[in-house]
């Protein structure tokens, strides 16, 4: 493997080779690439679960625009009605236990 250049790094940054260590084992090499490759299914792993969520608001984001579309085109038809003792419920529900 290449030197890593590390003169650009932020001071804050950790020392990424102590200084008592000059060379590693072959062995702490396989260690290593068995911890990369750990990591890299982790990452994987992570990005599945991370693009089924996004899917699913995705498709949540496409139903609720569905609902709306349809609640749009019944009131611009005058076909929407509202049930007024829903509506009388919800607002003395807010009033007595406001969110």
Known sequence: MGQINTTNLPEYA????????????NSETVNTAVALETFEAQDEFQ????SGVLNSFKRGAAA???Q???VMGAVRGGTYQVDSLLVSRSIVGDCLFPR
Not at 14 to 25: G, H, W
Not at 47 to 50: E, G, N, P
Request: without cysteine; charged residues 20%; glycine residues 0%.
């Open 14 to 25: 950790p020392d990424p080779l102590p200084a008592n260590i000059t060379q590693r084992s």
């Open 47 to 50: 990005f599945t679960k991370l």
């Open 64 to 66: 609720m625009r569905n």
């Open 68 to 70: 709306a579309a349809q």
